[in-house]
């Protein structure tokens, strides 16, 4: 699966921004989507998915994402979306998405859960 993350920007703290999720080979909603975010010096971590259909099409999250960050999926666009509201510089980071074919269970909050990885898309959040 080959997946592409676009959206990103350099924004003001307060801001909103809408990554996607696309991908032009696959059925996206056949897959779980995960979202992590890489800041500079830090290792990747885990931001938020949501299920495939198949699955209930559900989101997961980490508690620091709750609240701020909503992730959706068109269907009919192919395309996931994580929507990121009052941005602060703490969000600045490389944004990926990720996906896996896990039928059942726990999509997974690793990395290593994932492997299929789109390029990041970055963004950057000023004070």
């Known amino acids: 699966v080959q997946l592409q993350a676009s959206g990103g920007g350099s924004v003001q703290a307060g801001d909103s921004l809408r990554l996607s999720c696309i991908t032009s080979?696959?059925?996206?909603?056949?897959?779980?989507i995960g979202w992590f975010r890489q800041a500079p010096g830090k290792e990747r971590e885990f931001v938020g998915g949501i299920r495939r259909s198949g699955s209930g099409g559900g989101t997961y999250s980490t508690d620091s994402a709750k609240g701020r960050f909503t992730i959706s999926r068109d269907n009919a666009k192919n395309t996931v979306y994580l929507q990121m509201n009052s941005l602060n510089p703490e969000d600045t980071a490389v944004y990926y998405c990720?996906?896996?074919?896990?039928?059942?269970?726990?999509?997974?909050?690793?990395?290593?859960?994932?492997?299929?990885w789109g390029q990041g898309t970055l963004v950057t959040v000023s004070s």
């Open positions: 080979r696959r059925t996206l909603q056949n897959y779980n």
């Open positions: 990720a996906a896996n074919a896990r039928p059942s269970g726990t999509p997974g909050y690793s990395t290593y859960d994932y492997p299929y």
